[in-house]
Nanobody, 118 residues
């Protein structure tokens, strides 16, 4: 299983970025994918999820600023981030979770750094 995240960078407050997560090694179309983030000195937190059917969910107040989407033909999930704020600065990770024989298995991409300057 591989998850390759990309698209991070340095952006000014109010700007936009689109993150991509390209997956391989598992039946991508069958699984939900999530984006998490981890800011310096903080715990990793869930940002958004998208099911295999395309249903989306966002945590906190990100709906309206962030949009998660997927292209099953490319095995890729995107996170469009608009109106970025300095507090959005973090390493962003994509995640795939499966449950096998009652055990949860989490797979993570390598992370992509988003830095929002004020």
């Amino acid at each position: 299983v591989q998850l390759q995240a990309s698209g991070g960078g340095l952006v000014q407050a109010g700007g936009s970025l689109r993150l991509s997560c390209t997956a391989s090694g598992f039946p991508f179309n069958d699984y939900a994918i999530a984006w998490f983030r981890q800011a310096p000195g903080k715990q990793r937190e869930l940002v958004a999820t998208i099911t295999n059917g395309g249903a989306t969910n966002y945590t906190h107040s990100r709906k309206g600023r962030f949009t998660i989407s997927r292209d099953n033909s490319k095995n890729t999930v995107y996170l469009q981030m608009n109106s970025l704020r300095p507090e959005d600065t973090a390493v962003y990770y994509c995640n795939f979770r499966q449950v096998r024989r009652g055990a949860i298995e989490d797979y993570w991409g390598q992370g992509t750094l988003v830095t929002v300057s004020s």
